[in-house]
């Protein structure tokens, strides 16, 4: 089973700029559309941000739209997650995920249950 590695999450003060980054054990497949999701204790996972395989066609979820910027690297297989002006509100864990299949995805690109590998998380913590 391929592993979804997260890195970069951190603590940063309302205003800050974080990266995540997201790799694979046996690398980003380029055929995969890429997500990033992130959950608060005692909620639902929610998506974050979308990208497509080629990487021309990405979604955000609204709370973040203008904020934050989803990227891949194919070269280097390698997902980002750029998160500017960062809000207390932001403060979640951070999970990317991979859908090995393009099914619904056009019309439900932030839906989880597309999605069916999953990293193991990263922190983000934004203070105010």
């Known amino acids: 089973q391929v592993q979804l590695m997260e890195s970069g999450g951190g603590s940063a003060q309302a205003g800050g700029t974080l990266r995540l980054s997201c790799t694979a054990s046996?690398?980003?497949?380029?055929?995969?559309?890429m997500a990033w999701f992130r959950q608060t204790p005692g909620q639902e996972r929610e998506g974050v941000a979308t990208?497509?395989?080629?990487?021309?066609?990405?979604r955000y979820a609204d709370s973040v739209k203008r904020r934050f910027a989803i990227s891949r690297d194919n070269d280097k297989e390698t997902l980002y997650l750029q998160m500017n002006s960062l809000e207390p509100e932001d403060t979640a864990m951070y999970y990317c995920?991979?859908?090995?299949?393009?099914?619904?995805?056009?019309?439900?690109?932030?839906?989880?249950?597309?999605?069916?590998?999953w990293g193991q998380g990263t922190q983000v913590t934004v203070s105010s």
């Open positions: 990208i497509s395989p080629g990487g021309t066609a990405t």
């Open positions: 046996e690398g980003l497949n380029n055929n995969w559309w």
């Open positions: 995920a991979a859908a090995t299949s393009a099914y619904g995805l056009a019309s439900k690109p932030l839906d989880r249950a597309k999605y069916n590998l």
